[in-house]
């Protein structure tokens, strides 16, 4: 196991950055998520991690060595790609052992670590199975258990399972964090889904634009976003917005005023300013008022009976929003409702720089 560490790395594809001078350290034996939208630079950061991208700058270690010269076989870390990349003609015990084949271990020594990954990842039993015959939860264990039997440094992790459906991206999300929780192997995860990085992660980091934005546990980013892109992109169903502004030591939204004095450091801001209000769908609920908080009034436009909720959309003076009703209670559409917002699920960003001002 080993710590990796990026100081200031950059990548650069001519006069283009793809990754903007980024520092992060990633401790031993934790599992970091690299999040964001397609083309915000990590699978970019994790194939510099791999060495199947050249460094343009800034200094990336493994452990307490630097290691930006060196080819990936010499990394010590193994990589699961997104597309499985086993062989076909092989059984699934030789694609499992494929990288030891030139190692200096003895076979007997080989037989032992690919029948542990198998027995580790339930394979014990497809062992002299062709890939043809497995389901692609099956293949991507395969892939994973290829990656084991080296008994890496760390684990690199790309989209690996951006192809399954949806019950087994379910499945084995469960399966790869138990299997961290099992080996306490380093591990370096990128997907663009933000359900896997909430459920899976030790510390989520969320990029943007070949940059970092954030970095916490799935709480930390749940709960305190620094800015409106991160609470939008971390929560499903994604925080709505609607534009409000500061006025008088008051605060207003789509026209409605909210109860209460203003922090001090957000009524130092009064003066007309305008803000954006975000408000989780979970917190703003159909129905009676929340006592001290906010209530406001909209037009339904669509409801997605869930079973145990109900999803439903809303018109708020011109702002599209979500809020969330009993299972049992499903409005109609075009009917007219209200919805509140408790005090302390407010969340304040500046109308500018979009940077998170604080919750009220």
Known sequence: MATIELQGLVKSYGKTKAVHGIDLTIADGEFVVLVGPSGCGKSTTLRMIAGLEDISGGTLKIGDEVVNEREPKQRNIAMVFQNYAIYPHMSVARNIGFGLYTSKLSKAEKDKRILDAARILGLEPLLERRPAALSGGQRQRVAIGRAMVRDPAAFLFDEPLSNLDAQLRAQMRIEIKRLHQRLGTTIVYVTHDQIEAMTMADRIVVMRDGRILQVGTPT???????????????????????????????????????PGPLPAEMAGRAGGSDVMVGVRPHDLVVGAPASGGVTVTGLVTAVEPLGSETLVHLDIAGAQAIATAPGKVVPKVDSTVTASAAPGTLYLFDGASERALGRL
């Open 220 to 258: 930390d980013l749940y709960e305190n976003p620094v800015d409106i892109f991160t609470a939008r992109f971390i929560g499903s169903p994604s925080m709505n917005l609607m534009p409000g502004k500061l006025a008088d030591g008051g605060l207003t939204v789509a026209g409605v005023a909210v």
